[in-house]
């Protein structure tokens, strides 16, 4: 079994700054791409970020200079720097990873509340 566990959420003022880690634990042979997305409220989720095992990038333009997406292949961690939050980027944040296991399947974390609100 694979897990996906997100942390790092939270409550942060207009031009506030978060950083959200997602940690795979499991039978885990390697992990391909990892990702963010973002989900709001009556909105359909939606690619914020992810990078390759190779650490190729890619952003959603709404985050583009604002968001830094990294990863840690030996910790099977992949973080999301958020800097210069705004409003429009409260949203549920989950985590997504490719991975190979006993099979190739591509997983989701539970997701993690960010709300920016003064």
């Known amino acids: 079994q694979v897990q996906l566990v997100e942390s790092g959420g939270g409550l942060v003022q207009p031009g506030g700054s978060l950083r959200l880690s997602c940690a795979a634990s499991?039978?885990?042979?390697?992990?391909?791409?990892m990702g963010w997305y973002r989900q709001a409220p009556g909105k359909q989720r939606e690619l914020v970020a992810d990078?390759?095992?190779?650490?190729?990038?890619n952003y959603a333009d709404s985050v583009k200079g604002r968001f830094t997406i990294s990863r840690d292949n030996a910790k099977n961690t992949v973080y999301l720097q958020m800097n210069g939050l705004k409003p429009e980027d409260t949203a549920v944040y989950y985590c997504?990873?490719?991975?190979?296991?006993?099979?190739?399947?591509?997983?989701w974390g539970q997701g993690t509340q960010v709300t920016v609100s003064s």
């Open positions: 990078i390759t095992s190779g650490g190729r990038t």
């Open positions: 499991g039978s885990i042979f390697s992990i391909n791409s």
């Open positions: 997504n990873a490719d991975i190979t296991g006993w099979a190739r399947y591509n997983y």
